[in-house]
DNA sequence: TGTTAGCACTTTGGCATGTCGAGTGCTAAC
DNA sequence: GTTAGCACTCGACATGCCAAAGTGCTAACA
């Protein structure tokens, strides 16, 4: 029994269970690939295949489908990747250039990877640590809630209404605002948190428990605020593939919306393989995400945030791999200096 | 036969089909409602109301369950508003205060109503004609692309990037700043449309072109940009109750997604009863929502922004329109003046 | 005229049964 | 190590049957 016969077969397996949603016997593996060898031996080679947990029988008599840990052979050893058709490359190009706003960007990321994989997309706000602060504004919105606004030069805006604690007026909250501009302008935000506790301790005694409040603000805005975010697009295609997901969509849905699941598991996919991540089935953490794969990959500096996409475990990787990737490298350029 | 009581049995027929989702049965009619009268009276009165197409029999020995036609007229004149529990009130108002973020007052209503409702919820973004300009930013990203950012009273940022047609340095763009904060500071957004030509008019010809540009961004800005967005939640409602879908949740999600379809739906709906309106199956006039219904209702300044929630035309309508009605109140006052 | 009782008729859904085909596992031969 | 052959298993599907639920209709009743 030779050792790379048995990795085609399992190949030979997930590429046609993938395109027939249906478990795949001996005999139509020798029918549809000519492995040069007759269905028993498959089947001998299926059976080892079994033994070693990468494929599985769904009942006695069945053909066999692909465990998570075979799709993970497969994903790690097997596939090649498969590169995009000529029209694919162009889409890519022309919906994403001639957008300037992130929002917008973004949103239109997640629509084409969408319809390119025919699964849910979602992509992680971009961190901005590197970006550099332009303006900041502080507007007096009741006698102790004051709206911060950070604009930073990359044309992205946080906003964020704090409560400084103490009564202001308008026009000692324009000195507070002019005194942190005047030292935290041009500042990238990643350092923001340095930068900030020199410029309160300079501020008069009686304004210095707001100064503080603001300073805050100014933190959360700089650091946590965006990237806990994302956008994705798509969830009708869970539907169509009803198929793929026996028992309901119910769970996969409910992942979706907690964003805050979703964001974990993107920070945590490790990037093993062709730059791109993949998370199969039970892999998962989370336990209604137990049929469903990620493919998810960084983008932007440090490849810091994620974009990736989520579906069915029975996916056609290498395809959908490349795509993800392709998106990500666009999208990288696009945001890029 | 009487009309009040043909009326009764229609309730009857709706709340029972709402409780145990399967038609409903003459027999098991009288037996559940006291309604003074033997199963084959109610028959007769059945067959008038199917005569009339305000419900329907599946098939020949079945019971029977109401057309959209039928929970037109439920909704209408039967159906008296239940008042919420107590413990639901106090959910409302405990989730709904401490918040202070637009964005965050949204995001935790839809939470809410969509778990009030076990529906999807939807929220429009409200409208800001009334909110008083702050403050006006213009950031130069480039040497034409220029980030215009409104800032007004009630907390609301808004932000865009244009293009404005000719190069400018910073010294230029901080005098257009200022000028155009000088003469619209206190402007109400709604009124923006009418003052912005003076200003325009009265910036030195060379730095026309750039004001007419910085004008219209800003006259967007104020119009149309956030009101087109909305919040949602609960998608995964739509799974649970995947028995109301027959066939596929499919393009319910699809319109969900495309918010243009649900920002137009929501907008164009009438608000008859009880302040609240409802667009029940094929009345909505999207072909994806035909087995779906809307109840939805206005909130804040005009009631112009909308909140509501979309499920199975199988709903139990009395009580989604109460939650429906009183989230919109709550709201309403929070982000009233 | 409206209501009721009774009855024949229809349809669905569950259940048992039988058959067919796909696919496996095993053994023996090559 | 590979192959052919064969018995066996299991699900999918069709068939037939029966009980339950519900209707429509007719005739009697108040």
Redesign the interface.
Known sequence: MSEPRKLEVLRAIVEDYVHSREPVGSKALVERHHLGVSSATIRNDMAALEEEGLITAPHTSAGRIPTDKGYRLFVDQISAVKPLSQAERRAIQSLLEGS??LDDVLERTVRLLSQLTNQVAVVQYPHLSRALI??I?F?L?APR?V?V?L?A???K?E???IDVGQDLGDDALAGLRTRFLGSLAGTPLGQLGQSLPAVVSAVSPGHRQAAQALAQGLELLAHSSREDRMVM????N???S?VDFPL????V??A??EQVVMLRLLSEMAQDHHGVAVSIGRENPYDGLAEASVVATGYGPDSAAKVGILGPTRMDYPTTMAAVRAVARYLSRILGP
């Open positions: 300037d706003d332009r303006h504004e507007v919105l809630k709206l606004v604009i030069d990359s044309g805006v906003q964020r209404v697009a798509g969830t009708a869970l539907a169509r009803n309901s969509i119910g769970p849905l409910e979706l919306e």
